[in-house]
């Protein structure tokens, strides 16, 4: 009789122990694959800062902090730093006014809203290095549709001419305007990611707290700051943070539009440490630059979490 | 007073929209004019460039599949993306089902783990991963990209299909489970046919994510017959100084309003699994 009793409670236990297993089981797979080519090669970054290994000398020589004195004194990569934080924070900033705008018309409804919403989100769901190809050509030296309506308007290419006497204005041929026409593309880039998450937020803010503000004689601005804004606040702060990884971290805008010239005026770390590790070769000096991410990135990383839980325990 | 008002926002709205509308699909327009454009009308700076001047043509569109190895990256393409979307099933549907259903508390905190290296960025880890490819004697092959891609698919995915298993009810494969089905067999029979929606957009992710990497295939392939679209298309065209603008447009447009029609049709979803929970 006692054998009988135990018998399920036993059974239970060992159920419990293989699914325990189970789970061990099912879930290695993709721990494993994190751990190989991300976890992995991580470490291995940190071992190439560490040494003086080039491709054609890949063997690893630790030399301590020597590598990184060299990236120090690189006048390139302190420009390329500088830059990177240009591009990433005029970008986002941008990002965040434009998708604040143009969430809020997109919460509206109107005639034919579902082929507007494919409209603009384009420029995030097109491959970025094909799209970028196209604001090459939009940027180019000769046939700029931009030159082209500044010169129609008389702004361009007169001798009296507000943008100057030249038939163009060179686009990517000119620091300051390289710089403001990477920037203008990633914003363009990210602009719909972000109006998406802004929308989440907004369409999760209750219709009666608005109402209310409205029966208390809120205005709209009113009602935007002092009510929106601050509900907004959480998936305001994850649509930056996101944004900002992707512009911070990224070279494909810069390689496509102008391969981080003229005399590297648009260089960013991405592209500083493609151009040294992978074209050049320099194994040890690209991991170094592209080390400098770390520390932006877990900062950033830890920021998600904070505003996420914060976010779920309200 | 009122009506002129509400006339005043709607016109607002309006303006506004068109606004981004431009802003947003321009370099789309400028491609679709470009690619249909007699080369004549295309490099005269003084004629209209946001119209046709003289008759259209499909010249470029002829030369960039006759003459250029576009359908190479075309092809080279898909078979990067099918073989990304396989290993990501494989792997993301059976972790995601331990994390939520078998893992407990821990469970969470590991998902949430697995999700963040989504973040880590390919321009971090080329460096060490090129090396990685070239010890495995991957280089210049299209299995350094399949190896490599599902470093960002399979968190990106085990995140989505987590909160897809999430929301499917317990009771239902508890019930399975007392019917005497065993674990695995509550999960392919009953977990899996209800969550098919969910298995297809990360079928998508994984396909469109892998069709828009580009980092990673700049730096591991530079022999042209093996690139795909997204190198392919800005590497190869261009030769030097001299740019084919008419079959460079043509191929942008054609490889990009695909990915972009489906991708928008998930966006959501995807977005969802961003937020992680800030918006509710």
Known sequence: MEGVEQAPVFSLRYVWEQERLLA???IAPAVLYVVALIGFPFVLAIVYSLSDATTGDPALRLVGLRTFGLVLRDPVFLKALQNTFVFTLASQVLVLVLAKILALVLMEDFPGKRLVRFLILLPWTAPISLSAIGWLWIFDSVFSPIDWIAR???LLGGPEALLGSEPNLYWLGRPF??????????????????????LAGLTAIP????DAAQVDGAGFWRRLFQVIMPMLLPVMSIAFLFGFVFTFTDMTVVYVLTRGGPVNSTQVLASWAFFKGIEAGDLAQGAAVALFFFPALAGVTTLILLVARRAEVS | MKDLRALRKKGAIYAAALFFICFGAFPFYWMLITAFKRDHDLFNPESNPFLFNEPSTLEHVRLLFGQTLFMKYVVNTFLVGGAVVLITLVIAIPAAYSLTRLAGRWGESLGVGIFLTYLVPPTLLFIPLSRVISFLKLGESLWSLILVYPTFTIPFCTWL?????????????????????????AMVRVVLPLSTSGILTIVIFAFTLSMQEFIYALAFISVSAHKTVSIGVPTELVRGDVFRWGPLMAA???????VAVVYSLFLDRFIAGFTMGATK
């Open chain 1, 24 to 26: 061990t089981v099912m």
């Open chain 1, 152 to 154: 129609s308007l008389g």
């Open chain 1, 177 to 198: 305007l390289a710089m403001a026409s990477v920037i203008l593309v990633q914003t363009w880039r990210i602009l719909p990611l972000a109006t998406v998450i802004l």
């Open chain 1, 207 to 210: 219709r009666d707290i608005l």
């Open chain 2, 161 to 185: 299909l987590m909160g897809f298993f999430k929301s499917i009810p317990r009771d239902i494969e508890e019930q399975a489970l007392i019917d005497g089905c065993t674990r695995i067999g």
């Open chain 2, 252 to 258: 942008a447009l054609i490889s990009s309003i695909p």
